[in-house]
């Protein structure tokens, strides 16, 4: 065995074993992908079957009108947490978009109470959502941007002043702290939040 020999053989070894980490590393990338394509998948059925489900209760149970102890108000409210729980932030918001429209988290007539639900990264950006009733919710990580929460109860709520600072409107609000909201209360959240970040 001459010296090429002896260093050719584990110059091969070594090409081959690393030839075996790549095409590992590949497959690892594509169960990644499949695994997040799937869960993707999972929370678009688990949005259609609540928007489904909660849509019947509205209109062939009379979810509105129904009493406050009402079963159907029960089944709403469990099916409302388990898919907050489950879904991701852009699905959250669409989710509650609807609860608004169909004037099911209202403030004074609050059908669904969304106390102590997960709103973690909820993306209501641009959302108008006046009037709801938000109290005591965790919407830690909400996205706000440009979020129109006039007259809406953020009483007990987990957000924090930066969050409310990225709102379009907060007049007439009641604030986590209880306090009520005035424009002025806007202005004076915004100038805090730029000069944090001067």
């Known amino acids: 065995m001459d010296w090429a020999d002896a260093i050719g053989v584990p110059i091969i070894v070594v090409v081959i074993a690393g030839i075996f980490v790549l095409v590992a590393q590949k497959a690892g990338e594509r ?3 499949d ?6 998948r999972t ?6 079957s609540y928007l489904d489900r909660i849509s019947d209760l509205v209109l062939e149970r009379s979810l509105i009108e129904s009493a406050a102890d009402s079963p159907e108000r029960a089944i709403a409210l469990a099916r409302t947490r388990n898919a907050l729980n489950t879904l991701d932030g852009p699905r959250k918001g669409l989710l509650v978009r609807v609860l608004n429209e169909s004037r099911l988290i209202r403030n004074g007539h609050t059908v669904i109470p969304l106390f102590s639900t997960d709103l973690t990264s909820i993306d209501l950006s641009g959302a108008v959502l006046r009037g709801c009733d938000f109290s005591g919710a965790n919407s830690s ?10 007259e809406c109860n953020l009483e007990h709520c987990v957000l924090t002043n930066e969050q409310l600072a990225q ?21 004076q959240l915004q100038i805090e939040d730029l000069e944090r970040w001067s």
């Not at 929370?43 to 259609?48: P, V």
């Not at 379009?168 to 002025?184: H, R, V």
């Open 43 to 48: 929370r678009e059925e688990i949005l259609r």
């Open 141 to 150: 990580d909400a996205d706000l941007y440009n979020a129109d929460l006039s």
């Open 31 to 33: 169960a990644e992908t």
């Open 167 to 187: 709102c379009a409107q907060l007049s007439g609000a009641i604030l986590p702290n209880g306090d009520l909201a005035t424009e002025q209360s806007l202005k």
């Open 35 to 40: 695994r997040e394509l799937q869960l993707d």
